[in-house]
């Protein structure tokens, strides 16, 4: 290793150490401060250069070290009642130290990221702490569920198709629905976060990401009377279609981003009708007041495995209409997929022109097609549970945006 390579991982080690190190010394850490934090950082750096030479185990031995000073600093230090017994800092200095090794033999962008999330984590100790105390068991039981869907199911699926038409992968449905759940439940956690009072704007992104569709139920039985805030509701929904649009956006991106230029556009011309709609009914809702409603889980099994069936009954659907109806088979799946949910014709329509399988001006319009579809649905949820002064505000949102989507669906030269 060349001399301006190790003067540079020394350096980026000091400047971990002393960021770390700037945050424990503004807590008072009675063990380790600013200076003590960046020389175990860089001494975790100078341990790794050396073991290039002389062999592995002089890390090891580096950070026994580490820990030895770390005991004898702790018996060292006079003990009081009011003295917290937690390990935060301890573990913080023996994780740099590690950092500081990692600089030297692994990616350093990996390294700088590591270093700059610790600094992050020990700073936000009053904000997580809260957060932990602001949720309850349903809380827990969510990111439990998560776990299970994501690290217990997930693993230990097949990766291999089966059925009619070789395209059911029990392995990539599942990952779809890791996927949809994720973002469901980081909405909720956004919740969880910031409160009810976060703001009628942020009540409408947080129930798009959640899902569009059980907002638009609640926020309809909710002003089943004529409150005074019928026009903040008509808000959120339209808000809250329009996430719904964004998180379309978001599921193309990562499952088929070679795609994705291709089927954007037109999906995005309609993102920004249906903010403009927003921006003008959040002008005149402006003044009116409401708590957000508490969204329900996101991460129940039940609620997963309805929407691997319903993506896998999709990814059949449409294969099956490519190969015996046509193109029109396919926009009579897409509507009746949209009319419950968006993300299961997403994501296979998606995957379907990132395959080749099917033209990107289709799949641009297969989407669109689902989207009018959804928001019809939501319309119809609002005039069966909500009050006729929100479905009078809804049916123009929604009758606006539904017009400039049939524009979009309907004029093949805008985007060919």
Request: charged share 10%.
């Amino acid at each position: 290793m060349d001399l301006p390579t190790v003067f540079e991982k020394v350096a980026l080690a000091l400047g971990l150490g002393l960021l770390v190190g700037l945050q424990r010394e503004r807590v008072q850490s009675p063990l380790a401060g600013i200076r003590t934090f960046a020389l175990i950082t860089v001494w975790g750096t100078v341990s790794a250069l050396l073991a290039l030479d002389l062999g592995g185990w002089i890390v090891g031995l580096g950070g026994l070290a580490v820990a030895a000073l770390l005991v004898v600093g702790n018996l060292a230090q006079p003990k009081a009642k009011e003295t917290d017994p937690g390990l935060t800092t301890e573990i913080a200095a023996l994780l740099m130290y590690g950092v500081g090794a990692y600089l030297a033999v692994g990616y350093a962008g990996v390294a700088i990221a590591l270093g700059g999330a610790t600094a992050l984590l020990l700073h936000w100790k009053a904000p997580l702490h809260a957060f932990v105390a602001r949720i309850g068991e349903a809380d827990v039981k969510a990111i439990m569920q998560f776990v299970l869907i994501t690290l217990v199911i997930l693993p230990v699926l097949p990766d291999r198709t089966y059925g009619p038409y070789d395209v059911l992968n029990p392995r990539r449905i599942w990952l779809m629905v890791v996927l949809i759940v994720g973002i469901s439940l980081g909405g909720y956690v956004a919740y969880k976060w910031l409160g009810p009072r976060a703001g009628t704007v942020l009540g409408g992104v947080l129930g798009g990401l959640i899902s569009s569709t059980a907002t638009t139920v609640s926020y309809a039985r909710r002003h089943r009377d004529p409150l005074p805030s019928i026009r903040l509701a008509a808000l959120v929904l339209i808000i809250a279609s329009a996430v719904a649009l964004v998180r379309v956006l978001v599921e193309i991106a990562v499952v088929a981003p070679a795609a994705f230029a291709h089927l954007a556009p037109p999906l995005a011309v309609l993102l920004g009708w249906m903010a403009l709609l927003a921006v003008g009914m959040y002008c005149l809702a402006r003044g009116d007041h409401e708590e957000l409603p508490p969204p329900g889980n996101p991460a129940e099994l039940t609620s997963a495995l309805v929407f691997g069936g319903l993506y896998a009954l999709v990814t059949l659907g449409v294969a099956a209409a490519q190969r015996s109806l046509g193109e029109t088979g396919l926009y009579g799946i897409a509507v009746l997929s949209g009319l419950h949910d968006l993300d299961a014709i997403t994501l296979s329509t998606a995957q379907l022109v990132d395959g080749g399988q099917a033209e990107p001006d289709t799949g641009w319009r297969l989407i669109l097609a689902a989207t009018l579809s959804n928001l019809l649905f939501k319309g119809c949820l609002v005039a069966v549970l909500g009050h006729r002064r929100l479905l009078g505000w809804v049916a123009v949102l929604f009758g606006a945006a539904l017009a400039g989507g049939l524009v979009l669906l309907l004029w093949p030269s805008l985007f060919d």
